[in-house]
């Protein structure tokens, strides 16, 4: 662990924003920081300074991403259905299985130094899934863990009732985090339907509105989950005023 960590993230929302633009945004910011803290080794430790962090919002346009450990036969559909859904596909470097983003889910990319807050992949998973379960708590939606299942449930006690409201997926290396979270907010759940969600077959999947029976605005609930993540992570907000992302 740096001798100096640096708590500071720096907040930028892309708005609805194409997946490999979002992508590659993230590598650079990813492979920015394992670059500083590689060049911080040939320092003296009073000298070292600890790389900056980001937190990125976004939604995606209709798109379905396999992770490096899903099976391919999880979409369930052709080539020639994706295109009739007006969806892409995305093979990528998260763990995880497959699942789909949308307009009206709320994507949240951490690119995090772990070094600055705890070297621990586990915890660090726990942390997103708990600011995730405050606020919907908020929101007067009681949600939690399934053992063994990474994301959020509702319904989470009831093995047949179970249906997830939030997915994950991260990579980490050097302590560098990038990909993170799925929210459902108001996306079209009907999108779900193409694939077996996180390669569980036998869970359904659900978004807040569809819990509440009515509108919720994706900025309300964006606050909220800021709040929740900074008390977790103990973090310091910082809004960039000259996105780095083109």
């Not at 694939?195 to 009515?214: F, H, M, R, W, Y």
């Amino acid at each position: 662990m740096h001798k100096n960590t640096n708590k500071r993230v720096f907040v930028e929302d892309l708005g609805l924003v194409d997946y490999q633009h979002t992508w590659d945004y993230q590598t650079k910011l990813f492979n920015s920081l394992i670059d500083q803290k590689l060049a911080m080794r040939e320092l003296s430790e009073s000298e070292q300074l600890a790389p900056d962090n980001y937190l990125l919002f976004c939604e995606h346009p209709h798109v379905y991403t396999l992770g490096k450990s899903g099976k391919r036969e999880n979409l369930l559909i052709s080539e020639a259905q994706l295109k009739d859904a007006k969806a892409d596909y995305y093979e990528i470097n998260r763990g995880g299985d497959i699942t789909y983003h949308g307009p009206g889910q709320l994507v949240g990319y951490p690119i995090f130094d772990l070094d600055s807050f705890f070297t621990d992949i586990h915890k660090y998973l726990r942390y997103l899934e708990e600011a995730v379960i405050l606020t919907l708590a908020e929101l007067t939606i009681k949600a939690g863990r399934i053992d063994g299942l990474t994301g959020v449930w509702i319904d989470y006690e009831n093995p047949i009732k179970a249906r997830k409201i939030c997915a994950m997926g991260v990579k980490a290396s050097r302590w560098v985090t990038m990909h993170g979270f799925a929210l459902n907010v108001h996306p079209d759940l009907n999108y779900f339907g193409n694939i077996v969600p996180c390669g569980i077959d036998d869970k359904a999947v659900t978004s807040i509105a569809q819990e509440l029976q009515k509108p919720v605005s994706i900025e309300i609930v964006k606050e909220i989950l800021i709040k929740k993540l900074q008390a977790l992570f103990e973090f310091e907000i910082q809004h960039s005023d000259k996105p780095i992302y083109k």
